[in-house]
């Protein structure tokens, strides 16, 4: 089964590490099962009688520690794998996804859109930023062993760092109706080079932090976060990555997550000494729209 | 009226009176109260659920046999997982050991002459059938396409099928399994023979005790889990619709809550079975008796706190997801103390090859397969990739049909003398035995490597390098299609033809085979007492319970 991220030869460790463990404790019971099958088959003159008590109770203690030990070790060890990929490299290209019935809609950052297909270079790590527009999917790339759902209303990230050149399946694997067998696309993968040049011969557009730019004066956010009316709502420059004060002495950091409810949802969490006015742009802003809102938000161009 | 004056099909000597004769008009059964009459009503029921869903699942076989949708359409096939996973998992899995095999022994086990609550077990009966036909409407009017799991928001606001009548199937024969359970436990406690204290009960006793209480503690979150969704479909009411800020997850946390234990209910019952058949078969105690009850309890027990591992992409915390995994893999310990105290009742027994004792080892053997994978789904890095494809399709089948499905099969055939008072031809039952263990690792093992190579589950259409396994997969079904049918044939034609049997025709310990064959009406003609452990086959010269309750010698 081919290799093509950092990650899959660890996960695939993982898994030769159980599958000989599974060979070893089936042929354990399968030959044991055999052989007292055919020793003591009825009528056969092997010796029967009792076995003491105390040796099976020392049996059964034995094997229970036995078991629950390298149990214990085998969760460890697939623990330790999946800690250490909790943190995504800060210096990954950000690719925006969103998912709804039946396609992948994929952005890069300079704005190049695709659907169903994702160019990446290969060796540079690569975060995506997943949403849905409807039901549940979920982002699979065997060849990678990365898999993510990616759920309406929220945003959840995954990262990989593909490792060999090549065209990889893209699968959506949580069921999401009529068409769920053909939410499918590839990852493309390619020399740092060969991805330059695609990227550049891409109609570029401007970048989603400039899009975004372009919504937030027309969707009417300057009207209250505009540098001179800060009376009434919030400065947004520099509110990415912060801890922000809401009502009750809580702190919530704004990432992606917070940016998004706050657009959608204003009222979730309400800035410390603020008044609830800000509207929902629930059915306003698309998807995509909150995406771009969401980039420029991110950007450093918020003034 | 009701006696028949001749051998009826069933009936043990003419004119003799039992369970079976002892009323033969559609009322006398469609009313009975009895435990043992209320057993077959299940079982109809159940096999007629049983090939039902295996043509649903005959037909999605045929369907991928090749990589394009040629067969079926995408919402057709939709709508046939989802008919075979609905009717597999609730109306056969979950009922099945339970309420047939569960419902004729438990009191004849313990020396009882009836279940705690004879009606409402009747009344259980009636529920059960009222949600299968339910469902079984909806699946006939159009179908469900939500796959047996409903998973939210698409049940709720995008599924344009029968959602609602099918998940009100589901409610309703909910509600049958929390009254069997209660009334499983009740009898347990209230209804036990002189002498039969808990540490001499049956390994299937004991199961039974294990199954009811997660039936009766994890059903009710089923139900709230069903009403909720229920409530956001019909009313509108935003729980899971995350644009109104509901939370689209919530509803796997409860669906999980519950189904999670549910795939204890299916196997703890398979595991009691299955150490009444391998005692008896190679006449030992079965080894370690005590570890053997308190790995049953454990794994009822902490089945309530490993649902989260069916949910570690879904985005919920990385702590939370490696608490589940740590947990995931301290259950397989007392599933492991089980295979290894079956394999250890084997050590200096007298082994007979029977037909029930073929299935017991093959569920051994597809259980171990089963739980083995179990861990390679319980490790989180392993369990990303693994999960939602058909490497999760092949787990469960090997644990849920594997073994939960050959153990019914074992039961069945080591209690069909007691329940019929025939024999069966024992060449065929264990050519059917082998065809089932063959088959079934022919059909589903490929599953493991199409899973791995990441096949996802639930796709209609698939590229093509993937076809060579599924074609395997599907030439394996054909044979355990048959494997399924061939009983059906020999059991059939024993009730009319086979030989009488004895009351005890294995030389059996349980308090079950001290009664006629079959059973008159009220079980025992004076309670038993109970005067040892149970399993006491290799005593030399073993006393069976005393004293004897059938008034008649009876060893042929
Ligand atoms: C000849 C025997 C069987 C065959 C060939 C078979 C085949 C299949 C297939 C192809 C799927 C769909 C996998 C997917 O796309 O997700 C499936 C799902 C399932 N099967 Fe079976 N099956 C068989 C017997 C059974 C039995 C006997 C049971 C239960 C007693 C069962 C329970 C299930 C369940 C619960 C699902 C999940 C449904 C879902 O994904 O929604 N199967 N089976
Ligand atoms: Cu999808």
Same mark, same amino acid.
């Given at each position: 089964m081919i290799q093509a991220s950092t990650l899959a030869p660890r996960v695939d460790g993982i898994f030769w590490m159980l599958t000989g463990l599974s060979v070893a404790i089936m042929l354990l019971v399968g030959l044991l099962i055999l052989i007292f099958s055919f020793r003591y088959r009825r009528g056969s003159k092997a010796k029967r009688g009792p076995v003491p008590e105390k040796l099976s109770g020392e049996i059964e203690i034995g094997w229970t520690v036995a078991t629950l030990f390298v149990f214990v070790f085998v969760f460890w060890f697939a623990a330790a794998l999946d800690t250490e990929q909790f943190e995504i490299p800060k210096d990954a290209m950000e690719i925006h996804v969103v998912a709804k019935q039946w396609m992948w809609k994929l952005e890069h950052p300079n704005g190049a859109r695709e659907i169903n297909a994702l160019h990446v270079p290969v060796g540079v790590p690569v975060k995506l930023v997943m949403t849905s527009q409807d039901v549940i999917h979920s982002f699979f790339v065997p060849a990678f062993r990365t898999k993510q759902d990616v759920l309406p209303g929220r945003y959840v990230q995954a990262w990989f760092q593909a490792s060999k050149v090549g065209t990889y399946h893209l699968f959506c694997t949580e069921y999401c109706g009529t068409d769920h067998s053909r939410m499918i696309g590839g990852i493309i993968v390619q020399s740092p080079a060969d991805y330059a040049r695609w990227s550049s011969g891409q109609p570029q557009g401007d970048s989603l932090a400039d899009q975004g730019a372009g919504l937030f004066v027309a969707m009417g956010c300057t009207g209250c976060h505009g540098g001179s009316a800060v009376v009434r709502a919030p400065s947004l420059a520099g509110l990415y990555g912060r801890a922000v004060p809401v009502g009750d002495g809580r702190f919530v950091t704004a990432d992606e997550g917070y940016l998004r409810d706050s657009i $959608? $949802?204003?009222?979730k969490d309400i800035v410390a000494g603020y008044a609830p006015v800000m509207p929902s742009y629930q059915g306003v802003a698309s998807e995509d729209d909150v995406v771009k809102l969401v980039a420029y938000l991110k950007s450093g161009k918020v003034k | 009226m009701g006696d028949a004056p001749e051998a009826g099909l069933l009936g043990r000597e003419p004119g003799e009176r039992n369970y079976l004769t002892a009323g033969t008009t559609v009322r006398s059964w469609l009313l009975t109260t009895d435990h043992k009459r209320i057993a077959l009503l299940y079982a109809a029921g159940i096999t007629f659920f049983f090939f039902l869903g295996g043509a649903a699942a005959t037909l999605m076989r045929a369907e991928l046999v090749t990589p394009a949708g040629d067969l079926l359409t995408a919402d057709e096939y939709n709508r046939t997982f989802t008919l075979h996973g609905v009717i597999m998992v609730w109306f056969f899995l979950v009922p099945s050991i339970p309420t047939t095999l569960g419902n004729f022994l438990l009191p004849l086990m313990i020396g009882a002459n009836e279940v705690a609550y004879p009606k409402l077990n009747l009344f259980s009966w009636y529920l059960w059938l009222a949600g299968g036909l339910l469902t079984l409407f909806a699946l006939l009017a159009g179908g469900v396409d939500t796959g047996w799991t409903f998973y939210t928001p698409f049940s709720t606001l995008y599924s344009n099928s029968h959602v609602l009548l099918a998940a009100a199937g589901v409610f309703v024969a909910g509600f049958s399994s929390i009254a069997t359970g209660i009334n499983f436990i009740a009898t347990l406690h209230l209804l036990r023979a002189r002498g039969m204290t808990w540490m001499r009960l049956p390994l299937f006793a004991w199961a039974m005790y294990a199954t009811s209480l997660v039936m009766v503690l994890a059903t009710p979150v089923l139900a709230m889990a069903l009403l909720l969704l229920f409530a956001e479909r019909a009313f509108g009411l935003p729980i899971f619709d995350p644009r109104a800020g509901g939370d689209p997850v919530l509803f796997q946390h409860l669906f999980w809550f519950y189904s999670h234990p549910a795939v204890y209910i299916m196997i703890l019952p398979a595991m009691g079975v299955v150490s009444e058949v391998i005692a008896c078969e190679a006449r030992r105690r079965v080894f370690g008796y005590e570890f053997m009850v308190y790995a049953m309890l454990m794994i009822a027990i902490i089945g309530?706190?490993?649902?989260?591992h069916h949910m570690f992409i879904s985005g919920q915390s990385p702590f939370a997801s490696l608490v589940f995994s740590a947990l995931s893999f301290v259950i397989a310990v007392p599933s492991a103390i089980k295979v290894f105290n079956w394999t250890g009742t084997l050590y200096r027994g007298q082994i007979r090859f029977s037909t029930p004792m073929l299935y017991a080892l093959g569920f051994v053997g597809l259980f171990t397969l089963g739980g083995l994978t179990g861990l390679f789904l319980a490790s989180l890095p392993l369990d990303v990739h693994l999960t939602d494809t058909y490497f999760v399709t092949a787990h469960f089948h090997y644990i849920m049909v594997g073994g939960s499905v050959s153990a019914f099969f074992a039961g069945l055939h080591f209690w069909w003398p007691k329940i019929t008072g025939r024999l069966y031809s024992e060449t065929l039952g264990r050519f059917a035995a082998v065809s089932m263990f063959f088959g079934f690792n022919f059909t589903f093992f490929p599953q493991f490597v199409l899973g791995y190579l990441?096949?996802?589950?639930?796709?209609h259409e698939y590229p093509p390098e993937f076809q060579a396994w599924h074609v395997m997969s599907s030439t394996g079904a054909v044979v355990l299609a048959f494997a399924y049918l061939w009983p059906l044939c020999y059991l059939g034609w024993s009730l009319v033809k086979g030989e009488r049997a004895s009351d005890n025709p294995h030389d059996?310990?349980?308090?079950?085979?001290?009664?006629?064959s079959p059973p008159p009406t009220d079980n025992f003609a004076e309670p038993p007492i109970v005067t040892g452990p149970p399993y006491r086959y290799h005593e030399e010269g073993y006393a069976p319970h +005393?004293? +004897? +309750?059938?008034?008649e010698p009876q060893r042929p």
């Open positions: $959608l $949802l204003p009222q | 309530f706190m490993v649902w989260g990441g096949m996802p589950r639930r796709y059996a310990t349980g308090l079950e085979w001290q009664t006629r +005393a004293p +004897a +309750a059938a008034d």
